[in-house]
């Protein structure tokens, strides 16, 4: 029996953030105001990687089934949910590969890693035809994101950095309304927001993508606030998301089905942005993390953000990546 979704408005996150937040959570029917139920806040980004199993543990009741009742504010990006976590103001939250780094240097703790990702894209106007050709131009680009990250490596290909353009650090809803007005020749950036700039735009260019770079794996994830990870509820919360994991996996139309009702979008648009990233099964994430092939993801991406000045010099992601709670919390 489905949940009934609450949307709220969070007000500024931090001091001089001053982020309109809205967001929903599971509403127990009641039973969360007799206390039997723990207050979580968890934060996600709007897309099929970010919101399907806080979709899926909405409409399955595993909040409550778990003991926790969620409040899921919702976030244009990664950096902002570590910055949240650090601030208190968020429990849990998810992050792309671009903001890996965050919790590699220390600001969160990555207590489960999601899917392989596939949505990133270098795109550009029409008449540009190489990333060659991206130099002298302007280019817009979240940073710290897994925007930012395809940018660099694809520059990197093309034999440029990041001084060849004119980089132009935009948060995500400015890169959508600047490229299709023409503010900006080319972007790093991602899906599904990429879709709607083809609505505006449909001849713009895909100069790379995730795929092109097979060296490096691009892995998204759940994060936890430093002071929050040891508490009883980080393994309440890794139980639902493992659960949720497992009914993704067995019942992916239904996944993308619930996940277009929590993100008010069509089935069709969801699909299209699911089709982007590979979903792991628990059983493959479970044996991942145990045979060191996480820690090898999580390696690379290191390598990647000390090349480029994020990190000073890589950490054993044991330190950062909590994968012993995880597989612990196996019911």
Partial sequence: MRTTRRTILATALTAGLGLGLAGCGSDGGGTGSGGDLEPVTFGYIADYNGTSLLAIADDQGLWEKHGLEAETPVFTNGPLQIQALGTGDLDYGYIGPGAMWLPASGQAKVIAINTLGNSDRVIAQEGISSVADLAGKTVGVPEGTSGDMILSLALEEAGLTKDDVRLTPMDPSTIVSAFSSGQIDAAGFWYPAIATIKEQDPNLVELAKNSDFTDVQFPTAFVAGNDVVDEEKTTKTLA???????????????????????????????????????????????????????????????????????????TDPSTWYTGDLFTGAAE
């Fill in 240 to 314: 639902v998301l493992r659960e949720a994991m497992t009914f993704r996996a067995e019942n992916p139309e239904e996944a993308v089905a619930v996940t277009a009702e929590m993100l008010n979008k069509s089935v069709e648009d969801v699909q299209a942005d699911a089709d982007n990233n590979t979903v792991l099964t628990l059983e493959e994430l479970d044996a991942a993390t145990e045979d060191g092939t996480v820690d090898g993801w999580l390696n690379g991406m290191q390598d990647f953000f000390v090349d480029n000045g994020k990190l000073d010099a890589p």
